[in-house]
């Protein structure tokens, strides 16, 4: 089986090579030496490794560029919210679809779930996590320990809201990849959606 070099298993765990040094020197994991003198990690050791440093994560995401001010609320409330209950906590945040399961802070947050380094996920609500899919994230969630917390749970929005923003998003994601993400036509079509989904309410 092949071992992973202390880069890979940084990378792997989402921390610094001097952070794995130091987890080493505590005890908290075990490396083999190469013949050189190099530190070697079998994947499972890190995997299965609980170590004292788990946190709570908080998410917060928008779909668009449009949106930053309402970003910068999740944020305010997610902080407080931590801190309110005296977390050691860190927020990642993303700024793109949530049909796009690529975005760089999920896949973060995902490898930290995975290594066991996430005690809790705070949401403000459960859409900002993924338009489609979050179930399986907090499967995910169950599976490694780590409890999920959704602080606007009480506020959901109605089934007809839902299902207004699930078709605009999707046209917004085709829209975009159809005419440019920065085109007027494209501009166009997505304040036409929001409006005629204004209209609905």
């Known amino acids: 089986m092949s071992k992973l070099t202390i880069q890979q298993a940084a990378d792997l765990?989402?921390?610094?090579?001097?952070?794995?040094?130091?987890?080493?020197?505590?005890?908290?994991?075990?490396?083999?030496?190469?013949?050189?003198?190099?530190?070697?990690?079998?994947?499972?050791?890190?995997?299965?490794n609980k170590n004292a440093s788990t946190l709570t994560v908080a998410y917060a995401r928008v779909s668009s560029h449009d949106q930053k001010e309402d970003l910068k609320r999740q944020k305010i409330v997610l902080e407080a919210y931590c801190a309110?209950?005296?977390?050691?906590?860190?927020?990642?945040?993303?700024?793109?679809?949530?049909?796009?399961?690529?975005k760089k802070g999920l896949i973060?947050?995902?490898?930290?779930?995975?290594?066991?380094?996430?005690?809790?996920?705070?949401l403000c609500h459960k859409d900002r996590l993924l338009r489609f899919g979050s179930e399986l994230i907090f499967s995910l969630c169950q599976q490694f320990g780590c409890e999920v917390i959704i602080i606007n749970r009480?506020?959901?929005?109605?089934?007809?809201?839902?299902?207004?923003?699930?078709?605009?998003?999707?046209?917004?994601?085709?829209?975009?990849?159809?005419?440019?993400?920065?085109?007027?036509?494209?501009?166009?079509?997505?304040?036409?959606?929001?409006?005629?989904?204004?209209?609905?309410?």
């Open 13 to 48: 765990l989402g921390v610094t090579p001097k952070t794995l040094r130091e987890w080493e020197r505590t005890g908290q994991i075990k490396s083999e030496r190469t013949a050189g003198g190099h530190r070697r990690y079998e994947v499972s050791s890190l995997v299965g």
């Open 108 to 122: 973060r947050l995902i490898k930290l779930i995975t290594t066991y380094q996430v005690e809790r996920l705070v």
């Open 84 to 102: 309110k209950h005296g977390w050691s906590y860190e927020i990642i945040s993303d700024l793109g679809s949530g049909l796009n399961y690529r």
């Open 154 to 201: 009480s506020e959901d929005s109605t089934f007809e809201e839902d299902l207004a923003a699930d078709v605009i998003e999707i046209i917004t994601v085709f829209s975009a990849r159809l005419y440019g993400s920065h085109s007027h036509k494209n501009k166009q079509i997505v304040q036409q959606l929001r409006e005629v989904a204004d209209s609905l309410k």
